[in-house]
């Protein structure tokens, strides 16, 4: 398992999130999932607040929490975004059945 430096992670957490297709969302976990084997980290917490600290030069609005629920204060602008971009939804989620991608590495 490698490991990475705190920034070198905010980095790959970063690259992760614009390669998100269009029309499609990973959840917080997800990204750190993904991550994890490369990075020896794996947290969604983490993963969280490099989002809110970092994310807004990224499509920060294909990133949800593991239920669908769109980032918080954040709510009218991801569904729009979202629903401009075609990701389904349940009522105020995103559909993550549906929605969900995962990286092919």
């Given amino acids: 398992m490698a490991t990475v430096t705190p920034q070198e992670y905010v980095e790959e957490v970063l690259k992760l999130v614009e390669s998100i297709p269009e029309g499609r969302v990973m959840s917080y976990g997800a990204i750190a999932d993904a991550l994890a084997e490369r990075s020896g980290r794996n947290s969604a917490r983490q993963v969280g607040t490099i989002m809110a600290r ?49 990286p092919d590495f």
């Fill in 54 to 102: 970092h994310g807004g030069g990224v499509p920060w609005h294909r990133v949800v929490n593991s239920t669908g629920r769109m980032p918080p204060g954040h709510e009218q602008e991801t569904r729009q975004r979202l629903l401009s971009e075609g990701v389904p939804l349940r009522g105020e989620r995103v559909d993550i059945k549906r929605a969900s991608w995962q």
